[in-house]
């Protein structure tokens, strides 16, 4: 695999790692509240926006 | 003046004639053989592909399901599936429709079939679709039937709206095929955008002044809610971590979403549909809001029906009939979608090795058992058993087998025919032990993830044991 496929893929596999154990256990608290959301609310939500920027980013590089 | 009752059907009517004609016309003078039909012509641009997306993935259990989940779990209903789906989306697609044009596969299991040459995989991957996706259909049956049947105070009963709505979908689909639902995907997929989001906002408003409100009062009267493992400790970070990766690996395999990759023009459409899959997603966070909006309001009442219960209470009538057809509509078109894809896996899989036909005829039977389909999921539906969550749990689990063999087949893995069957044997094993079996899976780890365990090793043994025989048989 190319240098530039294998770091996308392997950004990939981190952005998955962070929604799962044991990155969750940091997130799982109510303190600090974001934007009116509890901390672990504002998270899962801030991770669509992050792959959707991955995704992008990854767009323009393969194409 | 009209009654209650009755506002709902006016507008549920006009919400399905409206449907019938968008999926009719969808397909008008544009299907002429199965893969028209089938597969839209292989030509699905980027707004087709992602309402077609969209509107598989967020049936009515987004909008029912789900915030009855966040009443009863909390923030366990969160579990990212939605948000990290896109990936496989972007990575797995473009291969899978490489793998499925070169083969010109209409279905999963024609896929697998035709990579490995094998009569017994293709019809055992057609055996599975079918188990999963007709009870799946009877789902969305379901939900839309008990839709009518709650907001009419059952003047409209559960056996006549799910036939109402189910016929409208046949005669759809019949005529209009993937493309047919296209279109009624796009409309489904503004309209739940636009009368959701702002139903939910207005249940939230009205009861805690908004999102912050919201949270403020549930963090100090029920602070369980809003961390893991929820107020019934039943989100545990191994359930949650192991339901995150099988549904991952799941996901795509699921029949009508495996074969969506096949409609789509281009393996760039494919990926760009994905980048717009995550911001959609944050839609379905916001519809758990209700959810989180009952456990304060409504302490002690069915987790599915918090939705309609809050939306009752607070929208006016005009509303509360919007809200229903979009919940219609949302069942609707997952229920569209996999009746094209049994449909098709019956007559092009397990019917068409035997009859041999033409593919004019193909297409004809395949239009027809559309019917059939339907009909069968429409049995299911009346008779509500007791087990059908653990049929569709269990199909799930199945699914999520044929994720080694995707792999294997994308890339070019060395792995015979007998080593597929052997692994896709083994896991559905191990999986049906677990879940029909005496024994649970240990400490929380879904069953899907057990049998993938065994499922890997074993194709890759028996491969090694039969690929020399195989290839000479070749």
Redesign the interface.
């Known amino acids: 695999m190319k240098k530039g496929p294998r770091l996308l893929?392997l950004t990939?596999m981190l952005?998955?790692l962070s929604?799962?154990?044991p990155i969750?256990?940091l997130v799982?608290?109510?303190d600090p509240?974001i934007l009116?959301?509890?901390l672990?609310?504002f998270y899962?939500?801030l991770?669509?926006?992050a792959?959707?920027g991955f995704?992008?980013i990854?767009?323009r590089m393969?194409? | 003046m009209l009654n209650h009752w009755q506002i709902v059907p006016v507008f549920v009517i006009g919400f399905l004639m409206t449907t019938l004609y968008l999926g009719i016309r969808g397909g008008r003078g544009r299907i002429h053989s199965s893969t028209d039909h089938v597969l839209g012509g292989r030509t699905l641009g980027l707004a087709l592909v992602f309402f077609v997306s969209v509107g598989e993935i967020y049936s009515s259990v987004a909008f029912l399901g789900q915030p009855g989940w966040a009443y009863q779990h909390g923030v366990g209903m969160l579990l990212p599936v939605g948000t990290f789906i896109p990936l496989m989306a972007f990575w797995l697609g473009p291969r899978i429709w490489q793998v499925g044009k070169t083969a010109g596969a209409l279905t999963q299991a024609q896929f697998f079939g035709a990579r490995f040459n094998s009569q017994l995989l293709r019809a055992m991957a057609a055996v599975v679709a079918l188990v999963g996706l007709i009870p799946y259909m009877a789902v969305q049956m379901m939900g839309g039937g008990y839709i009518l049947d709650i907001t009419t105070r059952g003047h409209i009963p559960f056996w006549l709206g799910a036939l109402f709505a189910f016929g409208v979908v046949a005669i759809y689909v019949y005529s209009g095929g993937l493309r047919g639902i296209g279109w009624v995907a796009v409309f489904k997929g503004i309209f739940m955008a636009v009368v959701g989001v702002f139903i939910v906002f207005r249940v939230v408003r009205f009861y805690y002044g908004g999102i912050s409100g919201l949270f403020t009062r549930l963090a100090t009267v029920s602070p369980a809610y809003l961390t893991l493992p929820g107020p019934h400790h039943f989100v545990t970070y191994t359930f949650w971590s192991t339901s995150l990766l099988i549904s991952l690996c799941a996901f795509y395999m699921w029949p009508h979403l495996f074969a969506n990759f096949f409609a789509v023009k281009s393996p760039r459409v494919i990926r760009q549909q994905a980048i717009f899959l995550p911001l959609y997603n944050v839609l379905s966070t916001i519809f758990m809001l209700v959810g989180f909006a009952g456990i304060l309001i409504l302490p002690s009442i069915k987790p599915d029906t918090v939705m309609v219960e809050m939306v009752m209470r607070v929208a006016p009538l005009w509303l509360v009939a919007l809200f229903c057809t979009g919940a219609l509509s949302a069942s609707m078109v997952t229920g569209a979608a996999c009746s094209l894809a049994a449909a098709a896996t019956l007559g092009n899989d397990l019917l068409q090795p035997q009859l041999k036909l033409q593919d004019p005829e193909l297409r004809k039977l395949i239009q027809i058992l559309v019917f059939f389909v339907v009909a069968a999921a429409y049995v299911i539906a009346l008779l509500r058993p007791a087990t059908i969550v653990y049929i569709i749990l269990t199909a799930y689990g199945f699914t999520s087998q044929f994720f080694p063999l995707t792999l294997a087949v994308v890339y070019n893995w060395k792995v015979s025919a007998a080593g597929g069957i052997a692994a896709l044997a083994a896991g559905f094993g191990v999986i049906s032990f677990f879940v029909f079996g005496p024994l649970s899976p240990p400490y929380g780890i879904h069953a899907g993830i057990l049998g993938l365990a065994v499922n890997v090793p074993t194709m890759f043994v028996v491969s090694r044991y039969t690929l020399a025989r195989e290839a000479k048989l070749i």
């Open positions: 893929w990939g952005l998955v929604g799962i154990w969750l256990h799982n608290r109510i509240v009116g959301l509890p672990f609310v899962m939500l991770l669509n926006f792959v959707a995704l992008l990854a767009f393969l194409e």
